[in-house]
């Protein structure tokens, strides 16, 4: 069963940039925009990254943090942030665990070819590691605007 509003940060484990294993509840404590996306460096999440990255300020200045996650090793990851110059934090998922607790791993269609893969969406979670708000199948433009609008609902600073 998919995480819905209301409902904690799950105690699932990430990979950082540097290859160390971290809980993904250790992120409560401050409100926390945690976003999935499907491959580094392709056009659709680029652009996601770039526009996090372009309104990092704006995020860190109400307290949210921001944190992307897809299944692409650290070592690709890094490339990406290095590439676009991406000024905020990406971490893999490797066995998908955590994705599947969102919801994110879904079956997708392409050229009437089923397979399995990464749904873009992003929640937003308040201090208390609560999800405030859910976003299912993102479309990139304007994307980011709109959760830096949501982000200023739930108290930060």
């Not at 819905?4 to 993904?24: I, S, Y």
């Not at 269609?109 to 199948?137: C, E, H, N, P, Q």
Request: include cysteine; hydrophobic fraction near 45%; charged fraction near 30%.
């Amino acid at each position: 069963m998919a995480i819905e509003e209301g409902d904690r940060l799950p105690a699932v484990d990430l990979v950082d940039l540097d290859g160390k294993t971290f809980r993904l509840d250790s992120l409560a404590g401050a409100p926390l925009v945690l976003y999935f996306y499907p491959k580094d460096d392709t056009a659709g999440c680029t652009r996601e990254a770039q526009d996090f990255s372009a309104f990092k300020a704006q995020f860190d200045a109400r307290g949210v943090a921001i944190l992307g996650v897809s299944r692409d090793n650290t070592i690709k990851h890094q490339k990406f942030v290095n590439k676009y110059d991406l000024t905020i934090p990406l971490a893999t998922d490797p066995d998908g665990k955590v994705l599947e607790a969102f919801g994110a791993w879904v079956e997708k269609s392409m050229y009437g070819k089923k397979y399995m893969g990464i749904d873009r969406s992003t929640f937003l979670f308040d201090a208390d590691g609560r999800l405030v708000r859910a976003w299912r199948k993102v479309r990139v433009p304007g994307h980011v605007i709109e959760v830096l609008e949501a982000a200023k609902d739930i108290g930060a600073a």
